[in-house]
């Protein structure tokens, strides 16, 4: 069993910050990636950050205004999100590959999402 928990999420006036939590725990023996994604009322789910043992990546709308961040120990990811834009309301969904304990075979584990709303 896995579970993910996100947390962060919010309302701020646009030009605000936020900090997305994403916390896996369960029958994890290692992690291969972990992202962000998003879905606006109306539109499709979309990448927002995705960070691997290689590095990292952003959606173009994001990059150099949001920064993903994992604590490995701890089996955490993190998404600060700076000059927060109208258009980046939507709920931010967690999104983790790893390779369970119990079978060891790999997975794709979703979060059940948290609200970002940007709006004055």
């Known amino acids: 069993q896995v579970h993910l928990e996100e947390s962060g999420g919010g309302l701020v006036q646009p030009g605000g910050s936020l900090r997305l939590s994403c916390a896996a725990s369960?029958?994890?023996?290692?992690?291969?990636?972990m992202g962000w994604y998003r879905q606006a009322p109306g539109k499709q789910r979309e990448l927002v950050a995705r960070?691997?043992?290689?590095?990292?990546n952003y959606a173009d709308s994001v990059k150099g205004r949001f920064t993903i961040s994992r604590d490995n120990a701890r089996n955490i990811m993190y998404l600060q999100m700076n000059s927060l834009k109208p258009e980046d309301t939507a709920v931010y969904y967690c999104?983790?590959?790893?390779?369970?304990?119990?079978?060891?075979?790999?997975?794709?584990?979703w979060g059940q999402g948290t609200q970002v709303t940007v709006s004055s």
């Open positions: 999104n983790v590959d790893l390779t369970t304990n119990s079978d060891y075979k790999e997975y794709d584990y």
């Open positions: 960070i691997t043992n290689i590095g990292t």
């Open positions: 369960g029958s994890i023996l290692s992690i291969s990636a």
